[in-house]
């Protein structure tokens, strides 16, 4: 447990995220908070023939200062067994999309993708999400907007979920909100969910993470230097990017005094030199509790530079 | 205790090897090099070798015909307008099935043939591949997965149809289709400007 504070901020210890889940708030009653509070009008989806799974629009806040960035989000319930895909699906799927419909100046950014898990279906892997996720998106008000206006937040999305078989969804969905002169109003209903879903969010990675890689092999450096080995229990890195490596194969983990190396097999892309990379790192560690899970995003640099 | 550890450190070392494989015997399909040889069985009953059709142009289609990215392309008729495109130039077809018995997109010959029938498509063969053999040695992960040879036998492409990964119908206008552009570029003797791009879909029901 030594030297590790800097990286043990709030994170959720597999048990943890357990109790999330059983906790889940029973959909009846989400629906009557939704009804009776006006917050969110999620519209049934269209392809309501196959609904294994439920998507709504849900917010952080109910009242946002003009000028703020205040968080949306597309929550994705899924039945037991299906899942839904990160931004690199692995070696099949597809990520959710949402399409924003906001009002004059309103602006929405990307997708802030929580780290997805590894799933296994044969000799292939995907990258992605059982269960639920909440997919968060900043959306900025613009600060001409005056205060005590009602506005509405709409939006279109589709997500594919899988099992044994394929079905894609979509929904549209739209979110009354208001402006407010000076306290945001927080949506208590969603605030828990808000706050758990940030606190896993990847955080940048604090030291340089270096690669090398040829035609068979990336091999990637974690330097360790907040890290006991003895607390390591695995390093799971994720690709941006579709084919750098080949998302099935072993992770080979050595650890040293100094750095975590994983030797992973390229993937279709290993024809082409790899100019840049860029991912999430989970690193899975054992405390007393279980393992714990950090999440960072990284941006390796190439092994030959020095600079 | 002691029978536990033994089937732990098996499953390891099977494990270990399972996956160690495929990289000793050096069995990825690779862009430049020569296909890799495969046999097998057409709707028909007919056995289909890829050496049957040495000389010509040939396009591997992996497929499950009730995967939605799959009915995108044939829902769309882009598939069948692309297969009768490139037959019609004397380029060898083979639409590959690898869904296992009991999983989705799994046909018989009968049901194959029906399906060639209804959907208006054009394929030189229909491959029943329920044990995932050659999809397993060509590493088909998606339904559609696209491979082209060219006459001399080396593989100039594989991935994904196009540029548009998404299951909407809408998308298959003004894409950017892979496999056209590299049987244009194989038929005038050249390199594919792309040889390697995502394949996307539904997995492949092994």
């Known amino acids: 447990m030594s030297g590790t504070s800097n990286f043990r901020r709030l994170r959720a210890t597999r048990r943890e995220r357990e109790t999330r889940r059983a906790l889940k708030t029973p959909r009846i009653f989400v629906l009557a908070l939704l009804i009776l509070t006006g917050i969110s009008l999620p519209v049934t989806p269209l392809d309501a023939s196959a609904e294994v799974s439920r998507g709504s629009l849900v917010s952080e806040m109910m009242g946002v200062v003009p000028g703020s960035t205040f968080l949306v989000a597309l929550l994705l319930d899924m039945d037991d067994g299906w899942h839904t895909y990160w931004r690199n699906p692995g070696d099949s799927g597809q990520p959710p999309e949402i399409e924003w419909l906001l009002p004059d100046g309103f602006q929405a950014g990307e997708i802030l993708w929580p780290h997805p898990e590894r799933m296994r279906y044969g000799t292939l892997m995907n990258y992605g999400f059982e269960n639920r996720v909440l997919l968060q998106v900043p959306i900025t008000a613009p600060v001409w907007y005056g205060p005590d206006r009602s506005f509405v937040v709409r939006a279109e999305a589709r997500w594919l979920v899988c099992r044994e078989i394929c079905i894609p969804q979509e929904g549209r969905f739209e979110l009354e909100m208001r402006s407010v002169e000076k306290d945001p109003l927080v949506n208590e209903q969603w605030q828990a969910l808000f706050g758990a879903a940030r606190d896993a969010l990847p955080a940048p990675f604090p030291e340089v993470i270096r690669y090398s890689a040829d035609a068979e092999e990336l091999t990637i450096s974690i330097p360790r230097t907040h890290l006991t080995s003895r607390e390591i229990d695995r390093v799971w890195i994720y690709p941006y990017e579709w084919g750098i490596i080949d998302h099935a194969s072993a992770q080979r983990m050595t650890v040293s005094a100094g750095e975590v190396t994983l030797r992973i097999h390229r993937g279709d892309r290993r024809y082409e030199p790899i100019e840049a990379f860029s991912g999430v790192l989970v690193i899975e560690e054992r405390i007393e509790s279980g393992v714990a899970e950090q999440a960072f995003e990284f941006s390796a640099r190439k092994q030959e530079d020095e600079s | ?206």
């Open chain 2, 1 to 206: 205790m002691k029978w536990k550890t033994t089937i732990v450190v098996s499953t390891a070392i099977f494990m270990l090897f399972g996956m160690a494989m495929p990289v000793l015997a050096g069995a990825d399909p690779e862009i430049g090099k020569a296909a890799l040889a495969f046999s097998g069985t057409d709707s028909s009953g007919d056995s289909v070798k890829l050496s049957d059709f040495r000389g010509k142009i040939v396009v591997l289609e992996w497929s499950n015909h009730d995967c939605p990215y799959v009915r995108k392309h044939y829902g769309t008729g882009n598939m069948q307008s692309l297969q009768k495109k490139w037959t019609q130039r004397g380029v060898v077809w083979l639409t590959i099935i690898s869904s296992a018995p009991g999983k989705q997109g799994h046909v018989t010959g009968e049901e194959a043939d029906d399906l060639t029938v209804s959907r208006g498509a054009s394929p030189t063969a229909v491959i029943l591949d329920p044990e995932g053999t050659i999809g397993r040695r060509y590493k088909a992960r998606t339904t559609p997965h696209m491979f082209v040879i060219d006459s001399d036998g080396i593989l100039v492409y594989m991935g994904g149809i196009d540029d548009k990964t998404s299951s909407s119908w809408s998308t298959v206008e003004g894409a950017t289709n892979y496999v056209d552009a590299a049987l244009r570029a194989v038929e005038d003797g050249e390199q594919p400007a792309v040889p390697v791009a995502r394949p996307y879909g539904c997995s492949v029901k092994y």
